[in-house]
């Protein structure tokens, strides 16, 4: 209560710094324990990592494409976390430091693509990875969030509501995730943490419009779906 609602198209985009400076996203799977259920997953013992390039960034009011092949384009809403500086090997107690600030963002899931690479036990990259796959807010200071672990989270397709949880329902803490992920990668300035997603993932279609937001801080977040469209070959 209280809190000032930040207008996302007021502020600064952040989106070429990240661009510019951050090495990597790293994404952090079935970190809700419902999601994992309703995936049929089980639920981890310890963070499963993987890595999104920063050419899948779109900055809020962007489209998202839906690349031929795939037929089944998910959503899935999630808090990010901005590092602020060079971190490895960081104690759980001085994690925190090393945030910068927060950011809505949509870890885009070709499932069919996903599901055949998991049936392969290959790599997520193609299903995760893609131009436009990783759709995010502009950052909101730390100071603006004063308890990440206790913010909801919601998504609509078309004003109809698909996602809503809370950041308390993560299995694995942002403090456990910084140190953990610090132990195996060094993480540097611009790098971002995807931290899971609740359930309520689902397809969207061309000609579709998303919108999410965190409650009481964001709420005028959103991009439109469309097919991409390859160029012709000679």
């Not at 690349?67 to 808090?79: D, G």
């Not at 004003?159 to 910084?178: A, H, V, W, Y």
């Not at 943490?193 to 579709?208: C, D, F, S």
Request: glycine share 8%; aromatic share 6%.
């Amino acid at each position: 209560a209280g809190r000032k609602i930040v207008t996302v198209s007021s502020r600064p985009t952040k989106m070429a710094k990240l661009i510019e400076i951050g090495t990597k996203i790293i994404a952090v799977g079935r970190n809700y324990a419902s999601h994992a259920k309703e995936l049929g997953n089980a639920v981890p013992k310890e963070p499963l990592l993987f890595l999104k390039p920063t050419s899948s960034y779109l900055a809020n009011g962007g489209t998202i494409e839906i690349p031929p092949p795939s037929l089944s384009l998910h959503h899935e809403v999630e808090l990010a976390v901005v590092i602020c500086k060079k971190a490895r090997d960081v104690p759980q107690s001085k994690a925190m430091d090393y945030v910068g600030g927060y950011a809505l963002a949509l870890d885009m899931t070709a499932r069919d693509l996903q599901s055949a690479a998991k049936a392969a036990g290959l790599p997520w990259t193609l299903a995760k990875g893609q131009d436009t796959f990783t759709p995010i807010s502009s950052m909101l200071p730390t100071s603006a969030v004063p308890d990440p672990d206790n913010l909801e989270l919601w998504l609509k397709v078309d004003g109809e509501i698909r996602q809503k949880g809370s950041t308390k329902d993560m299995i694995f803490k942002i403090p456990f995730l910084i140190s953990h992920i610090s132990t195996f990668m060094t993480l540097f300035e611009g790098d971002v943490i995807l931290t899971g997603t609740p359930e309520g993932v689902g397809p969207v279609k061309a000609g579709q419009k998303i919108t999410c937001g965190i409650t009481g801080l964001l709420d005028d977040v959103h991009f439109n779906v469309e097919q991409r469209k390859r160029p012709e070959s000679s």
